[in-house]
């Protein structure tokens, strides 16, 4: 089984946070501009590397952890910090179907200020540890 865990923490994020949709204020990418079919208020989700694949000798098996980020921006600081509150909230330590582990790797949302529309930004990481044939 190939694992994609941006795609598959975006799919995990949908299912735990009802208002939000992989496609419409959900995507598995890194943050883009509003425009059409990309709203001010949105969620992105990408892979932000993690350490190298732990393997034992020479088992071809490989325990992969891929940190990945989560980037919340909304027009309104409050409404943004919530919804990071409720990912955060919402899915970790939950069982991600073919996943290890699932975990926070920060201790709540980060701010990270205000685009140049005003927009507010928020961060999360998490740490999916996984394994590869």
Do not use: C
């Not at 923490?9 to 509003?34: C, D, K, W, Y």
């Not at 000798?57 to 509150?85: C, F, W």
């Not at 899915?91 to 699932?102: F, P, S």
């Amino acid at each position: 089984m190939s694992h994609v865990p941006s795609e598959d923490l975006a799919e995990h994020i949908e299912g735990q946070v009802g208002s939000l949709t992989v496609g419409t204020n959900l995507f598995a990418s890194t943050m883009r501009a509003p425009t059409t079919g990309i709203p001010e208020n949105a969620v992105f989700v990408w892979d932000a590397g993690g350490p190298a694949p732990l393997r034992t000798m020479s088992e071809p098996d490989e325990i992969r952890r891929a940190l990945v980020a989560v980037q919340i921006r909304n027009e309104k600081h409050g409404t943004g910090i919530d919804l990071a509150y409720s990912i955060q909230n919402s899915v970790r330590a939950d069982a991600v179907a073919t996943y290890l582990d699932l975990v926070a790797a920060n201790a709540g949302p980060t701010a990270l200020g205000q685009d140049l529309d005003g927009n507010h930004i928020f961060s999360l990481f998490f740490m999916m540890v996984y394994q590869e044939p």
